[in-house]
C-alpha cells in the first residue's frame, strides 16, 4: 500500500514538472518564430533597397543564418534557433546601412563630379567670350585702318641742276708775211715768214634749273 502511493506521489510529481516545463518550451518555441519571421522580414526588406548589388557578402550571411535558425528549430534546438534568427537580423541591417552608406557616398562623389564640370563649363565659357571679345576688337581695328584716309608723304624737292656749257672759239690769225726784201748773199735768196698768231677765246654758260614741285 505504502508502495503504491510512493509510486502515485511520483508520478504526480513527474506530471506537475511535465506541465510546469510545457509552458516555458512553448514559449521559447514561439520566440524562435518570432525572431525568424522578423529576420525574414529585414532579409526582404534589404532586397528590396538593393543589397545584394551593394552589401552582397552581408546579405548573404544572412540568409545563411536565417536557414540554420530555421534548421536548429526544426531540429529542437530552440535557444540556438533565436540566437542565429537575431544575427541573421543583425546582418541584414548591416546590409542596409553599408547600402545607404554607398549610395551617400555615391550622390556626394556625383555631386562634386557635376560640380567639377560646371567649374570646368563656366571656364570654358568665359575662355570663349575672351576669344569672341579679341575677335571682335581686331575685326574693329581692321575696318578702321580700312577706313583711315591714306598717308601723303611728301617727296623732298631735287636738288637744282646746274648746267654748264663751255665754248672754246679758237681763232688762227694768219699774219701776211712781208715781201721779202731780195738780199743778195751768195747769190742766194732766202724768203723770212712771220709765224702766225692764234687768239683763243673761252665762253661759259651756267643754266640753272628751277626746283620741281613736290610729287603728292
Known sequence: MRSFT???????????????ATPAMAGKHDRAEKAIAEAQGKIDAANKTGTPGEAPHATAAAEASLRMAREDLAAGHKSRAIAE?????????????QTQKNRAESQANAQDAAATAQEQAAAANARADSAEQAAAAAAAAADAARNQPPVVVATP?????????????KQTAIASAPAA?????HTTRRATVRRGHVTETTKTTVTTKPDDQPSQ
Open 85 to 97: 534568427a537575431i544575427h541573421a537580423s543583425e546582418l541584414a541591417d548591416a546590409a542596409i546601412g
Open 157 to 169: 624737292a631735287p636738288a637744282p641742276t646746274t648746267t654748264v656749257t663751255t665754248e672754246t672759239t
Open 181 to 185: 726784201k731780195p738780199v743778195v748773199r
Open 6 to 20: 510512493f509510486v502515485m506521489r511520483s508520478m504526480c510529481a513527474a506530471s506537475a514538472l511535465a506541465l510546469a
